[in-house]
Structures are given as structure tokens and as C-alpha cells.
């Protein structure tokens, strides 16, 4: 059983930066594996922040966060990281590692991601 374990979350001011880290146990490597950010703030929706395929490097990132966000990967350590520079008091959600297995394009919805961590608070004042 693949399990995403999320870290890194915290309490920062606006224009700080944190570093969201990803790790999965149960994971056997594979070419195909991709790797997601979402995030949900009270009363929203959950949506996505930034995606990976481990394999190519391939990625994509919400409007909201291109510049500020880099999604990358460890992929000796089966680690995916999240670095949230410049951050806004709208980045404030609880954040979400998310794991599917599929080749082509980028998956960019909750509902295509198999394997879910518990989340990691991240929350940035003015």
C-alpha cells in the first residue's frame, strides 16, 4: 500500500517561504509515477497547485502560483518537494500530497489521484 507522508507546513508572514516535503512508503519506482500538490481552504474546493511526473521531469502549475512554487523530486530518497516562496495570505489551505501511476498527460484533478496523505497545514499572515 502506497502512503503519501506530507511535512514542512507551518506558520509564515506574507512574502516568507516554506518548503512542503512529500515522502511515500510502499512505493515502487516506476517511470509512470506522478506526483501532485493540491490544496483546500475552508469553504473551497480542493485544487491543484502543482503536478510531476517523477519520470520526466514534466510539470504544471496553477496560475495562482507559477513564479512563487517549484514542484521537483528526490528520487533517491522517493521524495517530491514543494517550495512555496513569496507566499500570500491566499495560500493559506491545507496542503496535500497526492500519487497516481499513468503515462500521457498530466492528470490535473483530485478524482485522478489514487493515494492521498493526511495533509499539512500551511498558513501565512499579512
Known amino acids: 500500500q502506497v502512503q503519501p507522508v506530507e511535512s514542512g507546513g507551518g506558520s509564515v508572514q506574507a512574502g516568507g517561504s516554506l518548503r512542503l516535503s512529500c515522502a511515500a512508503s510502499?512505493?515502487?519506482?516506476?517511470?509512470?509515477?506522478?506526483v501532485g500538490w493540491f490544496r483546500q481552504a475552508p469553504g473551497k474546493e480542493r485544487e491543484g497547485v502543482a503536478i510531476i511526473s517523477t519520470g520526466s521531469g514534466r510539470s504544471r502549475y496553477a496560475d495562482s502560483v507559477k513564479g512563487r512554487f517549484t514542484i521537483y523530486p528526490d528520487n533517491a530518497k522517493n521524495t517530491v518537494y514543494l517550495q512555496m516562496n513569496s507566499l500570500k495570505p491566499e495560500d493559506t489551505a491545507m496542503y496535500y500530497c497526492?500519487?497516481?501511476?499513468?503515462?500521457?498527460?498530466?492528470?490535473?484533478?483530485?478524482?485522478?489521484?489514487?493515494?492521498w496523505g493526511q495533509g499539512t497545514q500551511v498558513t501565512v499572515s499579512s
Open positions: 497526492a500519487l497516481t501511476y499513468r503515462l500521457g498527460d498530466l492528470p490535473d484533478r483530485p478524482a485522478d489521484f489514487n493515494y
Open positions: 510502499g512505493y515502487t519506482y516506476s517511470t509512470a509515477r506522478i
